[in-house]
């Protein structure tokens, strides 16, 4: 819901409340007024009926002429006189020819020793009408409020809300790579001005933090690989020697194998932050098959010597969009994964379907959870020597091309499907 | 065969000179772009090896200086970055080669060989070891004169091993060579090792004295008798 919509609603149900609550108070104060004028008209009525009863020739016929009184004699009894008995009533009235509230009062009274039933009517049509026209024109009152209010609302979702609506968008398409500065919002409303300060100071911060672990990375990334050279170069030098023993052999040998992969890893990781950065966005769209089959071609001798046979079945013209760089390193550590954690003599099954490629390979079961699959870092059975950034590689490039991949165990084989 | 290399870190760049001259190159070391700029301009090489990331300068300007002057000197390009742009940027300026830091000597020695060969126009494209002869152009192999039928990556590793015969050669550097970064080193090894065996049989099949040999705990290296 909308803050403007909950504040128009909140207003509302304040303004029906104080409404309704001077409507009752309206409406109790009339109504007080119109009892008392009653009681008093009744009063005075009761008195002067009094009077006339209390005259030696009593017309009762008179008294009875008139149409808000009547009186008629009571024969003595023993039973004990009526007091004021006040009661609503529906009477024919034959001036306006129709049936009107009436307020009736009967009570007995004795004068000059002769009891008397008198009942007096008071029209309630009057007071009825000015008690509806204080509820309708109260009601007239709240509508006119809320036609104020929806107007004022639109207007200030029009015009007032503009800069908050305009910031808003600006976070939306806000990121981090393109490094645009933010449009200054024309506002002289305080609170957007602030938010619009805050937004800019957390956006300026959060960059600066970036830049700074991108140049780390870079930094890291960068400058470590030529001690590296060295060493290895070094190491190059002391093998063609010669005069080493097996043993030095042996320690050199480790050296140089821990080096390069503290290459390769810094090399990696840093194309995955690479990736990360979305410095690949030459997006072009791919036919996937001709893609496939020179990737397949290269890992084709790789497969004959470890007897992997490959059977790669692929419908035409399917159709992917992506930086090519980045679906060469997709597939590639894709089919690599497909080979490298396969048995001897294994088979690979490569499945082109539109809108779906699917990549199968016998091999051992895998040692952990099959949701860290795509774990940096996470090698089955510990093999040391691989990095086990492969399919973290891949689930990043997935993500950040809306690309989906899944892994799924079907007995005898690990498939990998990718769907776009 | 004379090679600049132009490379800021002395370390790096003593080494290099090294091993190239233990190769039978004349090297000359530039360790900034003012000296380098200095010597592309006075003097002429068949080779430049170049690092893009100079103190107080870029590479990249020394490569186009260098193909204004002389163009048809070969250059390679080694630098730290692993950048595609760097290296679409670098080939497209007119370098032939480009290697990532860290690099290995013998793969270095590979692509500066592969270089010569293709800017000698008029020289031939064979390279003769012993009884063993390769064609570079048609990428044929030949025993005593009879041709023998390799893959692709047993042609490559048997270039690999002529480029830098008599020297050992690790198995990270023969896997790289042969796959970049597309394999895992663990299989590798396997698979070098089931190469360098077909490969060893089809040289002895034909009667050739000179193969590759196992050097224990280190690699192997092509030994010519």
């Known amino acids: 819901m909308r803050l403007i919509t909950k504040t128009t609603l909140l207003y509302l149900l304040i303004t029906a409340i104080v409404i309704a609550s001077s409507g009752l108070v309206l409406y109790n104060i009339t109504n007080n007024f119109v009892q008392k004028r009653i009681r008093d008209y009744f009063t005075h009525k009761e008195t002067r009926l009094t009077g006339y009863l209390s005259k030696p020739q009593v017309d009762l016929d008179w008294i009875n002429s008139f149409k808000s009184q009547h009186v008629e004699p009571l024969s003595n009894l023993k039973t004990p006189l009526l007091k004021n008995y006040d009661r609503d009533t529906i009477i024919f009235n034959d001036l306006e020819g129709e049936r009107q509230p009436f307020r009736a009062r009967t009570l007995d009274k004795v004068v000059n020793g002769q009891r008397y039933r008198i009942s007096m009517y008071m029209a309630l049509k009057e007071s009825r009408l000015v008690l509806g026209g204080i509820i309708t024109s109260l009601f007239y009152v709240f509508l006119a409020l809320l036609a104020l209010m929806l107007l004022l609302n639109y207007l200030s979702s029009r015009y007032l809300w503009q800069p908050f609506n305009y910031t808003l968008e600006q976070i939306k398409h806000y990121s981090l790579n393109q490094g645009i500065a933010l449009a200054e919002v024309p506002t002289t409303t305080k609170e957007f001005k602030e ?5 800019a100071q957390m956006t300026s911060r959060i960059e600066h933090d970036f830049r700074n672990m991108k140049e780390f990375t870079e930094n890291i990334s960068h400058e470590i690989q030529t001690p590296l050279a ?7 030098m002391l093998q063609k020697t010669e005069k080493l023993s097996g043993e030095q052999a042996k320690t050199i040998g480790a050296i140089y194998r821990a080096t390069s992969h503290l ?12 990736i990360e950065n979305q410095e690949f966005t030459n997006r072009e769209e791919l036919d996937l098959k001709t893609f496939l089959e020179p990737l397949l071609f290269n890992f084709k001798e790789l497969a ?8 790669f079945k692929a419908n035409d013209n399917v159709f992917i969009t992506i930086d090519p760089y ?10 690599k994964n497909a080979l490298s954690h396969n048995y001897e003599k294994g088979e690979i099954l490569i499945c082109l379907e539109p809108q779906q490629l699917t990549i199968c390979n016998t091999g051992p079961v895998l040692d952990f959870a099959e949701c860290e699959i795509f774990d940096r870092f996470r090698r089955n059975g510990h093999n040391s020597s691989s990095l086990g950034l492969g399919l973290a590689i891949v689930k990043k490039i997935c993500y950040l091309n809306n ?3 899944s892994y799924s165990y079907q007995e005898p084989l690990h498939c990998f499907t990718l769907r776009f | 065969m004379k090679i600049l290399i132009v490379e800021d870190n002395r370390e790096l760049s003593e080494t290099l000179v090294h091993y190239l001259k233990q190769e039978g190159y004349l090297c000359e070391t530039a360790y900034n772009y003012q000296t380098a700029e200095e010597k592309i301009n006075i003097y002429a090489y068949d080779v430049v090896v170049l690092d893009i990331t100079l103190p107080d300068g870029s590479g990249l300007e020394i490569l186009k200086q260098l193909k204004q002057k002389r163009p048809d000197e070969g250059v390679l390009i080694i630098s730290a970055k692993n950048a595609l742009d760097d290296k679409l940027t670098g080939l497209n300026l007119g370098a032939d080669d480009y290697l990532t830091k860290p690099f290995h000597l013998a793969e270095l020695n590979a692509r500066i060989q592969s270089l010569l060969r293709r800017k000698r126009f008029n020289g031939s494209h064979e390279i003769t070891v012993g009884d063993l002869r390769l064609n570079t152009a048609t990428a044929q192999v030949f025993i005593k004169d009879n041709e023998i039928i390799l893959t692709r990556k047993e042609y490559e590793l048997l270039l690999y091993f002529l480029s830098n015969r008599n020297r050992i050669l690790n198995k990270e550097a023969i896997a790289e060579h042969l796959w970049g970064d597309n394999i895992d080193m663990a299989d590798s090894f396997d698979f070098i090792y089931t190469h360098i065996k077909n490969l060893r049989k089809k040289i002895a099949s034909y009667g050739s004295s000179n193969n590759i040999k196992s050097v224990y705990g280190m690699g192997y290296k092509f030994v010519v008798e």
């Open chain 1, 304 to 311: 004959e010597l470890k007897q992997v046979k490959i059977d």
């Open chain 1, 230 to 236: 060295i060493i290895k170069a070094k190491i190059e």
């Open chain 1, 403 to 405: 690309l989906d991949i």
């Open chain 1, 326 to 335: 980045l679906l060469d390193v997709l597939l590639s550590n894709l089919i």
């Open chain 1, 263 to 274: 290459s390769k890893l810094s090399r990696t990781l840093g194309l995955i932050s690479k």
């Open chain 1, 195 to 199: 938010l619009n300060n805050l937004f």
